[in-house]
């Protein structure tokens, strides 16, 4: 979990972020990040680490091209839109407990055997 701070009209408030869905691809990871309200409802966003590209570019304050974040949503759908058209075909890292049957209804009608095997293992 990871906490982070916002400074709002003076007063400090944190929330608490959870990797919902993680994947990795070639040169870094997407996660799609996840906190908890107090009323049990969940906000989303999505996390880009591209960390090989400290490997191509010197000198530069990398942070911009390292690490994004992305907007926060409030609903599933929402949410599964900010990794983009393609997530289903990177390969799966982790599914969050409370997220795995939902991830599995999305994909399992959407891919094909070959990728569904990777997701089978993480979500049933």
Excluded at 4 to 19: D, K, Q, T, V
Excluded at 99 to 118: A, C, G
Aim: net charge negative.
């Amino acid at each position: 979990m990871r906490a982070f701070y916002f400074l709002m009209e003076g007063i400090c408030l944190s929330r608490n972020w959870e990797e919902i869905i993680v994947l990795g691809g070639e040169g870094g990871r997407v996660s799609l990040l996840g906190s908890k309200n107090t009323d049990n409802t969940w906000i989303f966003t999505k996390e880009t680490n591209e960390t090989t590209i400290t490997d191509i570019l010197d000198d530069e304050d990398l942070s911009s091209y390292v690490h994004q974040k992305s907007h926060e949503v409030v609903d599933w759908e929402q949410a599964i839109s900010l990794l983009g058209r393609s997530w289903m075909r990177l390969r799966p890292l982790f599914v969050h407990p409370e997220f795995k049957e939902r991830t599995w209804s999305f994909i399992s009608s959407r891919l094909d055997v070959h990728h569904l095997r990777f997701w089978e293992k993480l979500c049933l």
